[in-house]
């Protein structure tokens, strides 16, 4: 069974970053989309960053120039640097395995950025 594993979240100080990082296992990692998702209280899960099998990026507008998604096809994981983090930024952020229809999610971790 697919198994994706997030880590590296936790409280910040505005104005700092986290790296999040992502395992995977079970699956041929390097032909997935990778993702992050981010899900505040009260609001909708929403696409924070992705990378495809080639590497190319897309990012929310609210992250562009603060954030970046990489992966490491060799290690199966996937990250999410985040710089000059927000009070807004607090939430539980996702890991997302995606190809075709198929799609995998981690059980999240908590990034709250709080003075």
């Known amino acids: 069974q697919v198994q994706l594993v997030e880590s590296g979240g936790g409280l910040v100080q505005p104005g700092g970053s986290l790296r999040l990082s992502c395992a995977a296992s079970?699956?041929?990692?390097?032909?997935?989309?990778m993702g992050w998702y981010r899900q505040a209280p009260g609001k909708q899960r929403e696409l924070v960053a992705a990378v495809t099998s080639g590497g190319s990026t897309n990012y929310a507008d609210s992250v562009k120039g603060r954030f970046t998604i990489s992966r490491d096809n060799a290690k199966n994981r996937a990250y999410l640097q985040m710089n000059s983090l927000k009070p807004e930024d607090s939430a539980v952020y996702y890991c997302?395995?995606?190809?075709?229809?198929?799609?995998?999610w981690g059980q999240g971790t908590q990034v709250t950025v709080s003075s």
């Open positions: 997302n395995a995606r190809l075709a229809t198929t799609a995998y």
């Open positions: 079970r699956m041929l990692f390097s032909i997935y989309l």
